[in-house]
T-cell receptor, first 114, second 114 residues
Framework: SAVISQKPSRDICQRGTSLTIQCQVDSQVTMMFWYRQQPGQSLTLIATANQGSEATYESGFVIDKFPISRPNLTFSTLTVSNMSPEDSSIYLC???????????FGQGTRLTVV | GESVGLHLPTLSVQEGDNSIINCAYSNSASDYFIWYKQESGKGPQFIIDIRSNMDKRQGQRVTVLLNKTVKHLSLQIAATQPGDSAVYFCAENTGGTSYGKLTFGQGTILTVHP
């Protein structure tokens, strides 16, 4: 199976700052997704990262807070902007590796905002 | 490492027992369902999937049952081992033909005692 790598794996950030998380897939994929997993919770979809166009955000998530880039078919970034302690979560990227196949996940980025 | 499942339902079993983890899903139009296993500090790992035209699918030591009438999924793990201890999530594909856009269930913490 392909590998999905995220950087950084964890970070501790000051409130008011921004963090950009990188996601690299070792094969070209059509769709990439970003999820948030708050402490003790399940995963919630933030947005679909579309290659060559603006990301599609789910209800409750906005581009100003979570800008996303998708410059090519193997790479995406998620920025968490103007962070507050409520943004402390695990952020995960995922991608299905083919048509009609399950989505694979990166190992996640554990963000703590102080 | 830290557990992401601190506030989730729990299931404790003895090694060698069979485990059954249940999940209710929300969208009657969903046509593809996946079970993921998440170990501490890692991203979700695919276990088994099932499409809506089936009601049962078996893998190695795992079986997924789908009851579309009551929108219910279950994951059965045979001869549970300590290495099966993790958080288990069901997910339904809500992206239609765009696989990977998932809505996750709340998750269950499985603890296997030697």
């Amino acid at each position: 199976s392909a590998v999905i790598s995220q950087k950084p794996s964890r970070d501790i950030c000051q409130r008011g700052t921004s963090l950009t998380i990188q996601c690299q897939v070792d094969s070209q994929v059509t769709m990439m997704f970003w999820y948030r997993q708050q402490p003790g919770q399940s995963l919630t979809l933030i947005a679909t990262a579309n290659q060559g166009s603006e990301a599609t955000y789910e209800s409750g998530f906005v581009i100003d807070k979570f800008p996303i880039s998708r410059p090519n078919l193997t790479f995406s970034t998620l920025t968490v902007s103007n962070m507050s302690p409520e943004d402390s979560s695990i952020y995960l990227c995922s991608a299905p590796l083919g048509m009609d196949t399950e989505a694979f996940f990166g190992q996640g980025t554990r963000l703590t905002v102080v | 490492g830290e557990s992401v499942g601190l506030h989730l339902p729990t299931l404790s079993v003895q090694e060698g027992d069979n485990s059954i983890i249940n999940c209710a899903y929300s969208n009657s139009a969903s046509d593809y369902f996946i079970w993921y296993k998440q170990e501490s500090g890692k991203g979700p790992q695919f276990i088994i999937d099932i499409r809506s035209n089936m009601d049962k699918r078996q893998g190695q030591r795992v079986t997924v049952l789908l009851n579309k009438t009551v929108k219910h999924l279950s994951l059965q793990i045979a001869a549970t081992q300590p290495g099966d201890s993790a958080v288990y999530f069901c997910a339904e594909n809500t992206g239609g033909t765009s696989y990977g856009k998932l809505t996750f269930g709340q998750g269950t913490i499985l603890t296997v005692h030697p």
